[in-house]
């Protein structure tokens, strides 16, 4: 057998033992059984966490060989070396146990779920076809198995480095399903919890995939590992980072109190899990300290042995977590009423300027973004400042000033009132689509970027620069940032999200409304970039056409907020009525309001960018005139003026009829 196939076997026992040790541990083994009540028995009480198992390793298996293929060995002028390419053959094979990871923990949950055995399960087709499409634990799973399924098929005839980017970017997706269901759905602040375990797992797969890959490329002796291991190390730290920080609001989000860390089954395992956190660090340190150095001076052996003991406890720990999820967290103490189960915080007190300045509420997944849109550019600035480079105060300034507006708009008391009432949904759907994209894209990222990333070392290589650009070259870009389609974009997505049920799912669903925020933030910037914005872009439009693409917004605008102080029905009724609030309102009379702020309110940003237009109008003149003032001195005299001087000299003697 080879080395290779030897630490695959020695890491699906080390996962495996970490599952079967944790289920006895905590409990999740021996569930108490109530006499009368129906018992899905040990066959699938076993076979839900083992298929669990399965899909989660197979996954991190996944994205780790394209990751490897993509970002940790070279390219060459954008086509996939051949270890890369035998990377991406292999993850062909990782995605289809994902999928069959997926489909028999869809069966075994289905199996549980109707105390059925697992046989009966599956022949029992009504029933099994109703759990995958009716709940929302089977549609995740079936989502799952079919995204693994495509997975598969497409990563058998990719062959350039860009196909596997997008193969990479798949996967990542296709992990986020399942993290919305189980224990996250049900915990008491289950916004936290959601978008806690979704970061979990998007930052773990690759640490955990990408280790495992590079161990194996290591006891195999395969080509280019100093390279694969030191870009892998500089990831890890980030990965490393994000799991402890992600771990502990998913702990965090299930526990009521510190003590549950030692008085509950639950709270032990996490315990267990922050040990072997600790231990993983350790490991990786001593990698920092000891073996890449060695492995840079073609001494491979003590990175080769460290890598693949440590491989075995972070799948050992992957088992642990996976029967963490199995074990009942310690009972929440929450108010039992319908707002806080929708919302994920007790419904606000009457609204107030103190109240919104007072009752802030962490939303994890945007404090993340506003942290890491902030220290990227930091970063950037920073890297420049010391190289000697100058970078506009003006444009960092503004950069913060949407940065620190998006925080309002996403985590002070704005956020919670503006789940309860519409018209302040409308001040942060605003807020967010028009404010904060102005000063973010007259903080000009892009360039900053593109100056401050080194290029890639080796040639026809792509490391983050060249990715930056070819994403910036590439057809997508092309089209959504063609003024009009950008123009497009920001207006009919407005109608379409208000005027459809797609608003009322995005209030519901935790994902949803991260995907409205998203949507919000992402069309403005879109739309402001092509007008006012300081990066360079696919088209240029003339001043005059950057003025007409703003005034063509404008009607639009205003007829959106006429239509919707019109309406006679409420949009999302269910939502708001579910609610149940005793203060403010009417419904109706909130909704008006929105339209009035929708149709007021973008006279601000309107302001703003005819200034920044201005602004940028006249830099641009002066430039100009500089620019052939110089040129006239260089050639001592205006060609421009001289060519127009001897032009009129031509008309004069014409017209003398010389
Ligand atoms: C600071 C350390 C960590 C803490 C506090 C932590 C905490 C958690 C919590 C609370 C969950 C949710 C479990 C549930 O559904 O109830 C979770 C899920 C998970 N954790 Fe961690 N974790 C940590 C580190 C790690 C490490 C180092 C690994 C692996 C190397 C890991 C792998 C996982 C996996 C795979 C899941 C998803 C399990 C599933 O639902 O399938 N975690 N973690």
Not at 377 to 390: K, N, S
Not at 417 to 423: C, E, I, L, R, S
């Amino acid at each position: 057998m080879t080395r290779a196939a030897r630490l695959a076997l020695a890491g699906a026992g080390a996962a495996i033992a970490g599952l079967v040790i944790a289920m006895i541990a905590g409990g999740a083994a021996f569930p108490r059984i109530i006499p009368g009540l129906p018992d899905a028995g040990t066959f699938t009480r076993w076979g839900v966490p083992l298929s669990k198992l399965t899909m989660d390793v197979a996954g991190a298996l996944t994205v780790g060989l394209l990751l490897a293929a993509t970002v940790l060995l070279p390219s060459d002028k954008g086509m996939l070396g051949k270890p890369a390419a035998g990377y991406v053959r292999a993850a062909a094979w990782a995605a289809l146990a994902w999928s069959a990871g997926a489909f028999f923990a869809l069966l075994f949950a289905t199996a549980e779920t109707s105390s059925m055995p697992i046989t009966e399960a599956l022949l029992n087709g009504p029933y099994l076809s109703h759990y995958a499409t009716q709940t929302s634990q089977g549609v995740a799973l079936t989502l799952v198995a079919l995204f693994g399924l495509a997975i598969a098929l497409f990563s058998r005839g990719a062959i350039t480095a860009g196909a596997a980017a997008g193969l990479l970017g798949f996967a990542l997706v296709t992990l986020l399903p399942p993290t919305l269901t189980g224990h996250a759905a049900s915990s008491p602040n289950h916004n936290l919890a959601t978008s806690a375990l979704s970061l979990h797992v998007l930052v773990l797969a690759p640490w955990v995939g990408g280790l495992a890959v590079l161990a194996a490329h290591a006891v195999r002796g395969a080509p280019q590992l100093d390279i694969a291991a030191a870009r892998f190390s500089k990831l890890a730290l980030w990965c490393y980072v994000g799991v402890g920080v992600s771990g502990v609001f998913s702990a965090l989000a299930r526990l009521t109190s510190l003590s549950d860390l030692w008085t509950s089954a639950y709270g032990v395992l996490v315990v267990a899990k922050i040990v072997a956190f600790v231990l993983l660090g350790y490991v990786g340190w001593w990698h920092r300290q000891r073996t890449l150095e060695a492995l840079a001076r073609s001494r491979p052996r003590a990175f080769t042995r460290l890598a693949a003991g440590e491989t075995l406890l972070m799948l050992a720990t992957v088992g642990l977590a996976v029967a963490l999820s199995r074990t009942p967290p310690p009972p929440a103490s929450v108010p039992a009423d319908r707002a806080f189960e929708l919302l994920g915080f007790p419904m606000p007190p009457p609204i107030s300027v103190a109240n919104i300045a007072s009752l802030w509420w962490l939303d994890l997944f945007f404090a993340l973004v506003a942290a890491a849109l902030a220290g990227l550019y930091a970063a950037g600035v920073i890297r420049l400042r010391r190289r000697g480079d100058a970078w506009p105060w003006g444009r960092t300034a503004s950069w913060f000033a949407g940065v620190a507006i998006l925080v309002i708009a996403t985590q002070s008391g704005l956020a919670r009132y503006a789940k309860v009432m519409f018209d302040v949904h409308m001040i942060e759907h605003m807020t967010l689509s028009m404010i904060v994209p102005i000063f973010l894209v007259l903080g000009g990222p892009v360039t900053l970027a593109l100056r401050a990333l080194k290029p890639a070392a080796r040639r026809g290589d792509r490391g983050p620069r060249e990715w930056l650009t070819t994403i910036l070259h590439s057809g997508l870009v092309r089209v959504v940032a063609h003024p009009g389609i950008a123009t497009a974009i920001f207006i009919a997505s407005t109608y379409a999200l208000y005027f459809t049920p797609l608003f009322a799912s995005a209030m519901e669903e935790h994902l949803g409304h991260i995907w409205m925020t998203l949507h919000f933030l992402i069309s403005g910037s879109l739309f402001f970039w092509v007008i006012i914005g300081v990066d360079p872009g696919p088209y240029r439009l003339p001043y005059v056409g950057k003025l007409l693409t703003l005034f063509v917004t404008m009607p639009f605008h205003a007829f959106f907020g006429v239509a919707l102080m019109m309406t006679g029905s409420l949009i999302a009724s269910d939502w708001y009525e579910q609610l149940g609030r005793t203060w403010g309102g009417p419904l109706l009379e909130e909704q008006q309001n929105g339209g009035a702020i929708a149709w007021g309110f973008g006279e601000i940003p309107t302001l703003i960018v005819l200034l920044a237009i201005a602004a940028q109008w006249y830099q641009d003149e002066d430039r100009q005139a500089r620019r052939a003032d110089r040129r006239a001195e260089r050639v001592g005299g205006d060609t421009e003026l001289d060519a127009y001087n001897a032009y009129l000299a031509r008309l004069n003697r014409a017209d003398k009829g010389e």
